[in-house]
């Protein structure tokens, strides 16, 4: 049985041989019947910025359509597929995770809003930052390697502040303590830490993480753990052939029957139901 397709590039296996990675839209799409089917990368982050034409496109269980100057941010990991109208032109940049992890400090907010997919209007600053790149990535000037670092950095920050600005402000105080609980959960959902390990982690007593992220998000931090489970769940069932009892071990599950309860208890359907609704219906919820 097999899992999701991982493509190390942008439809490739090979290793990424560079600072970044640059690619035209229709250079890849137009070879594949402008349809890239479902796939993720497991050490790549891309922002793909659609200058002209349109797109169906999922990421994870959620289907957009991505319209003329818009960028999506498509974070490791994330499943996704597109379907171009013949024609399409964009840009697609790709950087290794660990490099634009050296960038994103904690406690500023980027990796939060970096982790999920997400799409943005484009503007004439995301434009011409994309085109610097591409510009500097084709050159074999001095400095070349430096220079595609901060402009690529710049990108990611440009992209995180326009998915900020899509969201409600926050003002609360506690928001930077929200941001730090998300990333370490982002980093360590499949070792099952309790609330307690991650409150020790940052700091403060599991009742008042509880409090800040009830607040901010409406769930307490256990049911945000759970989440992120469950979401990564609901992507192999999605998109592997692998067997519900093969996912349980991958997420951490010793006993594959307590993954299933889990599972049931928080979408309401068994692992298996969830697969062959699927199945039947082509397209996850």
């Known amino acids: 049985m097999s899992g ?31 349809a890239l089917k479902p796939h993720r990368h497991g050490r790549l982050h891309q922002f793909l910025f659609l200058d002209s034409g349109h797109a169906d496109a999922r990421f994870d269980a959620s289907e957009i359509t991505l319209g003329p100057d818009t960028v999506a941010n498509v974070p490791t990991g994330c499943v996704h597929s597109y379907r171009f109208t013949p024609g399409s032109t964009g840009w697609v940049v790709t950087v290794a995770s660990e490099v634009l992890d050296e960038w994103l400090a904690e ?24 085109r610097a790149i591409f510009t500097e990535h084709e050159g074999r000037d001095f400095g ?3 220079a595609l670092r901060a402009q690529v950095a710049l990108l ?21 303590l929200q941001r730090q609980f998300e990333a370490l959960v982002e980093a360590h959902f499949t070792e099952h830490f309790a609330v307690s390990d991650y409150a020790a ?20 931090a256990s049911a945000v753990i759970e989440e992120r489970i469950v979401r990564e769940a609901r992507r192999n069932l999605a998109y592997s052939n692998l067997t519900v009892a093969e996912i349980a ?20 359907q068994s692992p298996r139901a969830f697969r062959q609704q699927i199945d039947t219906s082509g397209s996850p919820r």
Do not use: K
């Not at 439809?11 to 560079?18: F, H, K, Q």
């Open 156 to 176: 990611a920050g440009l992209v995180a502040r326009g998915i900020a600005a899509g969201r409600e402000e926050d003002t609360a105080p506690d928001s930077s």
């Open 4 to 34: 999701i397709e991982s493509y190390n590039l942008f439809g490739e296996y090979a290793d990424l041989p560079d600072v970044v990675h640059c690619e035209t839209i229709e250079v890849r799409s137009s070879i594949h019947d402008w």
């Open 249 to 268: 071990y991958a997420l951490g599950y010793q006993d594959p029957a307590y993954f299933s309860r889990v599972f049931s208890r928080a979408t309401g």
């Open 144 to 146: 070349r390697a430096h």
């Open 201 to 220: 982690r940052l700091a403060v007593t599991p009742t008042h993480l509880s409090r800040v992220m009830r607040r901010a998000t409406g769930q307490p």
């Open 107 to 130: 406690g500023e907010g980027l990796r939060p809003l970096l982790s999920r997919p997400a799409q943005i209007d484009g503007n004439d600053r995301l434009r011409a930052v994309t």
